[in-house]
Each structure stands twice: as structure tokens, then as C-alpha cells.
């Protein structure tokens, strides 16, 4: 059974940082391209970040180009999401997410096949 396991949201002021981690099990990790989403209160799920499997390709949200970094370790089984520069928009509950196939990259949520249940990052102003 896949389990994801994210840590490290919380609470930070405009212009900080925060860094994301989300643990994966269950699954032939270095064969799958990892996802994060957010969701902020009353909107839809969105894409943030996504790596391919090797870790040699990244795609953002316009949003948070420049400001999030999505890395991965396929020694350890875990990805990453550094946020820096952080804005009171950004506050959201962020989830890890596992694409459907092996070697799947997307950005929309009809192709995640299993979700974390999610870290809430709150960004004060």
C-alpha cells in the first residue's frame, strides 16, 4: 500500500521561508515523476510544483516560479519543496501526490492516483 507522509508546514510571516518534505513507502519510488498540490480555503485543488523520476526535469506554477524549489532523493524515498519569499496567497494545505503510471508528469489532479494528506502552510502579512 503507497503512503505518503508530508511534514514541515506552519506558520511564517510574509517574505520567509518554509521547506516541505513528504516521505513515500510502498511504492518503486525512483520509477515515478512526485507531485505537489495545494488547496486554500473555499478554492479548488491546485498544481504547485511536479519532478520527473530521475529528478532532471521541473515544472512550477507561474505563482511560485523563482521563489519554490521541488528536489528529490531516490536514495531516501522522499521529495522536497523549498519556499522562500513567501506571500500571505501562498497560505494553503499542501499535498504530496503520486501520478496514476510510472513516469507520469502532470499537473492536474485526475491523474493522481494517491495523495498525502496534507501540511498546512499558513502565511501571515
Known amino acids: 500500500q503507497v503512503q505518503l507522509v508530508e511534514t514541515g508546514g506552519g506558520l511564517v510571516q510574509a517574505g520567509g521561508s518554509l521547506r516541505l518534505s513528504c516521505a513515500a513507502s510502498g511504492l518503486t519510488f525512483r520509477s515515478f515523476a512526485m507531485d505537489w498540490f495545494r488547496q486554500a480555503p473555499g478554492k479548488e485543488r491546485e498544481f504547485v510544483a511536479a519532478?520527473?523520476?530521475?529528478?532532471?526535469?521541473?515544472y512550477y506554477k507561474d505563482v511560485v516560479k523563482g521563489r519554490f524549489t521541488i528536489s528529490r532523493d531516490n536514495n531516501e524515498n522522499t521529495i522536497s519543496l523549498q519556499m522562500n519569499s513567501l506571500k500571505p496567497e501562498d497560505t494553503a494545505v499542501y499535498y504530496c501526490?503520486?501520478?496514476?503510471?510510472?513516469?507520469?508528469?502532470?499537473?492536474?489532479?485526475?491523474?493522481?492516483?494517491?495523495w498525502g494528506k496534507g501540511t498546512l502552510v499558513t502565511v501571515s502579512s
Open positions: 519532478i520527473s523520476w530521475s529528478g532532471d526535469r521541473t
Open positions: 501526490a503520486l501520478p496514476r503510471g510510472p513516469y507520469m508528469v502532470t499537473r492536474s489532479t485526475r491523474d493522481i492516483d494517491v
